[in-house]
């Protein structure tokens, strides 16, 4: 409960003078309240970093600070997990909210930066040599079955011959799904005639 003013206090004033006083005394008490604890927060804090101090080791160093092998491992494949993302900003703050006190994850803090920005770079250079690669593999995909028709094999002497090999090309299967379609629209508009034969008699 709020303390409530004094009698002779509020006796000269209005009804909205004293809630203003009021408000005004549970500001003070509020405020009171919130610095105490801080200072005891402060104090709290200060013997847990003089602790901290000599167990921790985990001071970031200056910005050419290079990060070891495990830890570099992990930032290459964060990089590649979020070039690979559809949006990299909510892939970012999902792995910052459920690892962010994590220390392996301090580069998206900005520690390490040289080498995560290298690693982001990296992932950056190998998704377009993927691309490319993908690129080229389709575009040969047709030579695949061709040889050299000088070097005709020998007739086996098992007299039996391998199974043909089935080629088949886009331009075929397009032919055969227009067809199937050209099927699937006759037996519609048959159908369609025999209902309506069926709904005039």
Do not use: C
């Not at 050419?64 to 092998?69: A, I, T, V, Y």
């Not at 047709?142 to 080629?167: F, I, M, R, T």
């Not at 090309?169 to 069926?198: T, Y």
């Amino acid at each position: 409960m709020l303390p409530q003013p004094k009698q002779q206090d509020a006796f000269f004033l209005s009804a909205s003078e004293i809630a203003e006083l009021r408000h005004t005394k549970q500001q003070k008490a509020l405020e009171d309240a919130r610095s105490t604890r801080l200072s005891a927060l402060r104090a709290a804090g200060d013997e847990e970093d003089e602790d901290n101090n000599d167990d921790d080791g985990d001071h970031w160093g200056d910005s050419d600070e290079e990060p070891d092998e495990v830890q570099r491992m992990l930032m290459e494949r964060t990089a590649t997990h979020l070039r690979g993302a559809e949006n990299r900003t909510l892939l970012t703050a999902r792995i910052l909210a459920n690892h962010g006190a994590d220390k392996r994850f301090a580069f998206l803090r900005g520690r390490w930066k040289r080498a995560w920005l290298r690693a982001q770079a990296q992932a950056i250079a190998k998704a377009r040599a993927d691309a490319e690669r993908d690129k080229y593999k389709v575009g040969l995909m047709g030579l695949n079955n061709y040889a050299d028709s000088d070097e005709e094999d020998p007739p086996s002497s098992g007299g039996e011959k391998p199974p043909p090999v089935l080629v088949t090309n886009e331009a075929d299967s397009e032919v055969s799904e227009l067809k199937k379609q050209e099927m699937r629209r006759a037996r519609a508009r048959e159908w369609a005639a025999k209902r309506r034969l069926q709904t005039q008699n």
